[in-house]
Structure formats: C-alpha cells, structure tokens
C-alpha cells in the first residue's frame, strides 16, 4: 500500500482526491492547521478513513514532522490561499502560502524521504494577460493578482527542485475548476447559491463583477484524477488540465438560472448591465463595481492535448452537467435550510 499525504486535504479538491486515493488502496494522510474548533470541511464524511496530521505551511519543522510520520511515496500539495479577490488585502499572507509555502514543502521531502514523488497546485491565474489562445505549457506566464503571482514562484520553484536535486516533481496547470464543494467565496458557488435562494424567494438578486469575462470551466472530481496520473509516470513533468472551451460568467449565469427553471433576459452592459426574469419582470442580476478586479483577467482558455496523449486523461463532466449539479446541490441545502427554520 501507498503513502499519500496530502495538504489542503479539507478543500474541494482535496476531498475529491482523498476519496480517489482510498479507492485506490492508499493509506492518506492530511495536513490540518491546529484550529480551536476542529473543521473537517469537505473530508467530515470520510474522516475515520483518513489519519490526520496538525502542521502548517508556513512552518517547516512541521512538514518535516508530517513527512517523518506519513513515510508518504506521494505528496500532493494542494494547500493555498486560493480566492483570487483575497490576494489583494492579503498579499504577504498569500506570498508566504502559496510561494514560500511550497518551498518549506519542497524542503521537508527532500531531507526526509527524496524518493517522494511530488504534486504541486498550479493555476491558469499565472497566465493572466494572455500571451496567446490557447494557453498550453509553453505559453509565456504574465500574472495579474498577488495570487497568481505566488502561484508562479511555486510553479518555478517546483521546476528548481526537480533538476536541481532529480526530485519527481510535477506541476499541473488547473484552470478553473468547480463543484458542489466550492467554497461560497468564489463566484461559481456564490452564483448557484443565490440562483436557489431566488428560486426560493428568499433572495431577490446577484450582484456580480464582470460578467464579460471568460474562463475555461470543468469539475473538480475529473481533475483531481490528472494529479494523480501525473505522478504515475516514468518521467515528471507539467501539464495543462483544462476542457478547451470558455465560457463567460454571463453564460455561466444563464445556465444557472434555466437549471433552476428561471429564464434571464441580459439587458444594458458594463457597470449598467442587468438580469430580468422574463415570468416575473424582477431584476435578479446587477452588476457592481466593487467586485471587480484591479488587474482583469479577460480570457482563460487551456489546451489540454499533452495531458490527453501522455496521460490518457479525459474529461467526463460536461460544463452544462457541472452547473446542473451546482445548482440541484444548492436547491437541495436551501430546502433544508428552510424546513430547519420553520421547525425552529
């Protein structure tokens, strides 16, 4: 049996991962950070099946203790301070994470078990203001948040490691990717969040940032699947993972809305632009400035062909299934919240 360890191991993607690797036969191992209120996130259904070790990815010494105590054959770093809008009022934070962090991760396999082979997170967000479309493995980087900037210095410190020291070492290039598990932070969540609580009239409208902004969407569960190909192979290396179709949030929104029966009607643009439903006339999207970005990101849109030919990996949740099953999950706890509070 293997040795997983995996950091992050409570988020969206590392709850789908922990799931793929126990059926695969692993021991798993995830990190936490020490809480006062335990929080076992998206992993609580699985928790008793997973052996949990408390470190930090800012502190060194504890990653060399988690790796002592996990003797993992494979780590996946999956750990970040990921919501993009964060990095802005939190850019030191983020620097220490999602750069640094990784270095502190690098460092802990490589005094302890070298042999280990090694996944790292990285993002389409490094892309930022596109170099050309699509973006693949050899498109030149130009991020545009603090966010993808860390990312970056991870991306290029993994790539260090690897022929610095001949460590398996592997990044992959994730471009967006969602679930049921989303946190309500990032849009996605937040927009099938408010599409149940409008179909349940307990919300009246969305406000959202640029609604002309396209992004390359898939499900988390398929791409959890390319993390662990990637450290199958004789050889390490990156690879894109992406679904080479984009759609723009608008889209995104509309989709939302039919799969909860509502139909929207875009009128205006820019700053001015709203959603009406055609049945009742009401406003349920708005469009407010604050939400966004400093530096926009207008385009994400990765080719995936390296990681098809050499891994064999293929994408199975189509974008329309993955909104379906966003917005039937968030109808679902809507209902439940409800039923809660009229017994309350």
Not at 40 to 66: Q, R, W
């Amino acid at each position: 049996m293997k040795n997983a360890l995996i950091t992050g191991i409570t988020g969206q993607d590392g709850s789908y991962l922990a799931e793929l690797l126990l059926e695969k036969g692993y021991n798993v191992y995830g990190i936490m950070r020490r809480k006062s209120v335990v929080d076992y996130g998206n992993v609580e259904h699985i928790k008793d099946k997973i052996n949990f070790i408390y470190a930090d990815m800012t502190d060194v010494i504890s990653l060399i203790n988690a790796m002592k105590i996990s003797q993992a054959d494979e780590v996946y770093n999956l750990a970040a301070q990921s919501f993009v809008a964060t990095s802005w009022e939190q850019p030191i934070a983020t620097a220490e994470i999602d750069a640094i962090g990784v270095t502190n991760m690098l460092e802990a396999i490589r005094t302890v078990k070298p042999s280990c082979r090694f996944y790292q997170a990285s993002t389409s967000e490094m892309f930022g203001l596109v170099q050309e479309i699509p973006q693949k493995e050899t498109t030149p980087f130009y991020p545009r948040s603090p966010y993808g900037v860390a990312k970056l210095y991870g991306h290029w410190i993994t790539k260090n490691y690897r022929e610095s020291y001949d460590m398996y070492a592997c990044s992959g290039i994730l471009f967006n990717h969602e679930s049921e598990r989303r946190g309500k932070e990032f849009v996605t969540r937040k927009i099938t969040d408010a599409v149940a609580r409008i179909k349940h009239g307990i919300q009246d409208c969305i406000e959202l940032g640029n609604m002309d902004a396209k992004r390359d969407w898939g499900h988390s569960k398929d791409y959890v699947k390319a993390m662990w190909l990637m450290l199958q192979q004789d050889t390490p290396d990156d690879y894109v993972i992406a679904t080479n179709e984009t759609r723009t949030v608008r889209e995104f929104v509309d989709v939302a809305f039919k799969h909860a029966g509502i139909d929207v009607e875009f009128k205006g643009e820019g700053i001015d632009e709203i959603g009406v439903d055609k049945a009742t006339g009401k406003t349920v999207v708005r469009v407010n400035p604050k939400f966004f970005r400093p530096a926009e990101v207008d385009i994400l849109l990765g080719n995936p062909a390296k990681a098809e030919e050499k891994l064999g990996w293929v994408r199975e949740i189509s974008f329309d299934e993955l909104v379906k099953r966003m917005v039937e999950n968030d109808l679902a706890l809507v209902e439940k919240e409800i039923k809660i509070s009229k017994i309350d």
